[in-house]
């Protein structure tokens, strides 16, 4: 277990109010150095405002952050943290190029363009003016930007918001590329896929507060409930409905898929009293673990998955 001075990211108690709205609720939580950790969350449940209190750009009304054992703007000054969101901060007329030598002359040691630029995977575009660039290309020179004060933290605020398939892809290669170096990454996004794929640790919030904190299995496991597969032509839908514990039963062609609260019994059912053939139960996706978690019933649905009230 790291010591609080080797945790990325200390947060203790966080509150953040604007005016009646309680958008971050004593909210506690310690990323250790080098995890990719991925904070999800629906709109408004207070990523983008803890984000920003680790950035130094809002003050908590209550509890501490610490970076490194530093607050935001000590870090901050050290080059220990570096963020890339979603739109900003970048001049259409100038080069790729132009854009990192500028911006690594404001530094006092900056990392070399030529090595940012690889890392990057946009050195075939330094010459290519900003403008000129694709929104995926723009993510890539903002992660390089990100790259010239060589932080130990990365913070990534909805970076593939408004990408294509392919740029989502790229982006996120050059980030895993990178963090296999050792950096520290924490990241907010919608696109479930992405964190399911890259992080190695998922912290869901909701309404400003932690309400699951784990992998990725562990998350998926919390959302009670499995999907029952099988082919099965001619499928009697509304008996299937009506077997305990059944919350859904779906039809394509010859499969049926059943989402049920108890798999085993329709399981049981599917091959003792029909003709059901290639039968597979498998966990919940990330996606309906999301939704089963942060929706209005998610304490009860925590406190049914883990057996305790919260």
Not at 7 to 23: N, Q, S
Not at 57 to 76: H, M, N
Not at 143 to 171: C, I, K, N, Q, Y
Not at 250 to 273: F, I, N, P, Y
């Amino acid at each position: 277990m790291a010591t609080d001075q080797e945790l990325a990211v200390d947060l203790r108690g966080l509150t953040k109010r604007f005016g009646p709205v309680t958008a971050v609720n004593d909210l506690t939580l310690a990323v250790e150095s080098g995890e990719i950790v991925a904070f999800l969350g629906p709109n408004g449940a207070g990523k983008t405002t803890t984000i920003d209190m680790l950035l130094g750009l809002s003050r908590p009304d209550a509890g501490t952050v610490r970076v490194y054992g530093k607050t935001p703007a000590e870090a901050i000054a050290r080059g220990e943290v570096s963020a890339v969101m979603q739109t900003g901060g970048l001049l259409k007329d100038f080069t790729v190029g132009e854009t990192l030598q500028y911006t690594a002359s404001l530094y006092a040691h900056a990392r070399s363009v030529a090595e940012v630029l690889e890392r990057a995977g946009i050195t075939d575009i330094a010459d290519r003016r900003v403008g000129k660039c694709s929104g995926g290309q723009q993510q890539r020179l903002r992660f390089a930007l990100a790259l010239l004060s060589d932080p130990r933290l990365l913070l990534l605020d909805e970076p593939t918001a408004g990408m294509d398939v392919e740029g989502r892809r790229e982006f996120w290669s050059a980030i895993r590329k990178d963090a296999e170096h050792g950096r520290t990454v924490m990241f907010a996004t919608h696109y479930l896929d992405e964190a399911d794929a890259y992080a190695d640790r998922i912290v869901l919030i909701r309404q400003g507060s932690i309400v699951a904190d784990g992998t990725t299995g562990e998350i998926k496991a919390l959302a009670s409930g499995r999907v029952v597969r099988a082919t099965l032509p001619g499928a009697d839908q509304a008996a299937l409905a009506a077997l305990p514990g059944v919350e859904s039963v779906e039809l394509h062609g010859d499969t049926v898929v059943v989402r049920a609260a108890d798999s085993d019994g329709v399981a049981r059912h599917l091959l003792t009293q029909t003709e059901a053939r290639d039968l597979e139960i498998t966990s919940r996706n990330l996606e309906e673990a999301f939704i089963a978690l942060t929706s209005d019933d998610a304490p009860e649905t925590i406190a049914a998955a883990t057996g305790s009230e919260r």
